[in-house]
């Protein structure tokens, strides 16, 4: 059982929350006050004194909260109830819109819909201060997963294959696919890798280019080497239309 005692008045009710939210079994008690039986994690704010368990014999694993951050902390204590060993783990599935699956040990705690543009941002979010972490990203789209492996050159990177990881949807659970298959794509091992140059085809190439007319309020169309420079992740698609449209200026 999970026990919160803090006199962190901005940690006890963001950790209130967070369990509540997830439906979690907790009970709270004052600082320094005897822990019930049954309780086999504890959650505390970095001020609060240490829990002597010598008191009681009890053994209970602690867990520090961050009041800024409190759902890492219950992600913690989750992860300790269920006696896993809690290493972080981040599957992408990648694409225009990318899945993110955040595991801790074989428990999913957090889970993103979020554009690309966002993804490199929500993964380092997801990783910092988490101990031997490491994003497993598909091997699918492979501009889209080129670029985060390019974005992400300080986290530990795996290629998945990505093969049977999209499962079949139900009635009602349209738009959960990317995410699911981020799930599964973080409970595979994958290949170490430092960087991925992919050359793009010239049919990846012409759907770069379809956009940039779609978006253009002139129908103006970016060109070959523009589009090569997106597929590259040098530029956005906004920067090469600007481009484009200052060079004819």
């Not at 979010?125 to 889209?144: C, N, S």
């Amino acid at each position: 059982m999970i026990v919160v005692a803090t006199a962190d008045f901005e940690v006890y009710h963001g950790v209130v929350n967070e369990l509540r939210d997830r439906g979690v079994t907790f009970t709270t008690v004052e600082p320094g006050d005897a822990l019930p039986d049954g309780a086999t994690v504890l959650i505390r704010a970095e001020d609060d004194d240490a829990f002597d368990a010598d008191e009681t014999g009890q053994t209970v694993e602690t867990v520090v909260a961050d009041p800024e951050d409190p759902r890492r902390a219950v992600d913690e204590a989750l992860a300790r109830l269920r006696g896993g060993e809690g290493r972080t783990i981040v599957g992408v599935d990648p694409g225009t819109r990318p899945g993110i699956a955040v595991l801790s040990g074989d428990m999913v705690v957090a889970a993103f819909h979020v554009p690309l543009s966002d993804v490199a941002e929500t993964v380092r979010r997801e990783v910092a201060d988490a101990v031997d972490p490491v994003v497993r990203i598909g091997d699918g789209a492979r501009l889209q997963g080129g670029q985060l492996v390019r974005e992400l050159e300080e986290v530990p990177v795996e290629l998945v294959d990505e093969t049977g990881t999209t499962p079949y949807l139900g009635t009602g659970a349209r738009g959960m696919g990317d995410v699911l298959a981020a799930v599964n794509i973080a409970r595979l091992s994958g290949e170490r890798v430092e960087g991925r140059d992919v050359e793009p085809t010239a049919g990846e190439l012409q759907v770069i280019q379809n956009k940039s007319r779609q978006r253009a309020d002139d129908n103006r169309e970016i060109d070959e080497e523009l589009a090569r420079r997106v597929a590259a992740g040098d530029l956005t698609l906004e920067e090469a239309m600007d481009e484009h449209r200052n060079a004819d200026e």
